[in-house]
């Protein structure tokens, strides 16, 4: 690694912008820069780290192993340096202008999203948020790189880097529509085995419900299914179907598309849905404001 005092620290910008955008040209655009003076900074980056740190193929410019293990150090560092030298550290919600993306899956969505558009719209009306899906793996790099703000869910495995608080646990209840012939509060595990079921074959990361309704006897491949849980209450209430989905979700939807819960005659594992932030937002003030906002609404 090379002397601090011998590098220019304006190179950790270009090489974090780098591991972002993995591309040259988009490093040059997004930084007002010509290509050839991004192209000279990684040429001086190489030299100093000793290392090629990015190396062209089909996909763009991959980081080497040594790129990949500086990109959360270089960027915490980067946003220390950042904070230190903003005199205005403070996010006034009336006043102030972000734009976050935030992690959920669908059926985050539809748990957290009315209520946060409905209190940025009252308290931070130049606040918007985009929502974003992606598998865990993805999900990781990409906070890792600073391009999610936040990720709320039922996530695991994120590694290090990311701060973590629990915002609550919920369990499963069955979904089933008015006047369906066998559903009931008292249905036991046979006929909640006999009944049709309209599964979420893409659960993740809720996933353990169809782990627990196979072990319980119901053949998942003999049933209807949707990829995700959003279709799901237009479906139920049409047919004479169950859906076991998570508490919150049913809660949410029960009464807006005409359908009953009740607990599922099966055991499934509880879920704790958790808030996640990369260590390089930890100590930004808009970042925190978010987070505060929702644990403030949405934490048990």
């Not at 999203?113 to 929502?131: E, F």
């Not at 089933?176 to 085995?193: K, N, Q, S, V, W």
């Amino acid at each position: 690694m090379p002397d601090l005092r011998n590098l220019d620290l304006n190179l950790l910008v270009i090489l974090q912008h780098l591991l972002e955008e993995r591309s040259i040209s988009a490093v040059a655009r997004r930084l007002n820069l010509s290509q050839p003076a991004v192209s000279n900074a990684l040429r001086r980056l190489r030299v100093a780290m000793d290392d090629p740190l990015f190396v062209r193929s089909g996909q763009g410019m991959q980081p080497t192993p040594l790129a990949e293990r500086l990109a959360e150090p270089v960027g915490e560092a980067l946003s220390l340096l950042t904070h230190m030298l903003d005199f205005r550290d403070a996010f006034d919600p009336t006043v102030g202008s972000r734009r976050f993306r935030v992690a959920m899956s669908d059926v985050g969505e539809i748990h957290f999203m009315p209520r946060l558009v409905g209190l940025c719209a009252a308290r931070a009306p130049n606040v918007r948020i985009d929502t974003v899906r992606l598998v865990e793996a993805e999900l990781r790099r990409e906070m890792e790189a600073g391009r999610i703000d936040l990720a709320v869910g039922a996530f695991e495995n994120l590694g290090g880097g990311i701060f973590q608080r629990m915002l609550f646990r919920q369990g499963y209840l069955t979904l089933y529509r008015h006047g369906h012939p066998t559903a009931g509060p008292d249905m036991d595990l046979a006929a909640f085995i006999r009944a049709r079921h309209l599964v979420v074959s893409r659960a993740q990361p809720y996933g353990q419900v169809n782990d627990a309704l196979e072990r319980a006897g119901v053949v998942l491949a003999q049933h209807f299914s949707v990829p995700h849980f959003g279709a799901v209450p237009y479906i139920l209430a049409e047919n004479d179907l169950l859906a076991t989905v998570p508490q919150k979700l049913a809660q949410d939807v029960a009464t807006r598309f005409g359908l009953n819960t009740l607990v599922p005659p099966v055991p499934v594992s509880q879920l704790q849905t958790n808030l996640f932030w990369p260590r390089r937002f930890h100590r930004d003030a808009a970042n925190q404001w978010l987070r505060e906002l929702i644990v403030a609404n949405f934490a048990s």
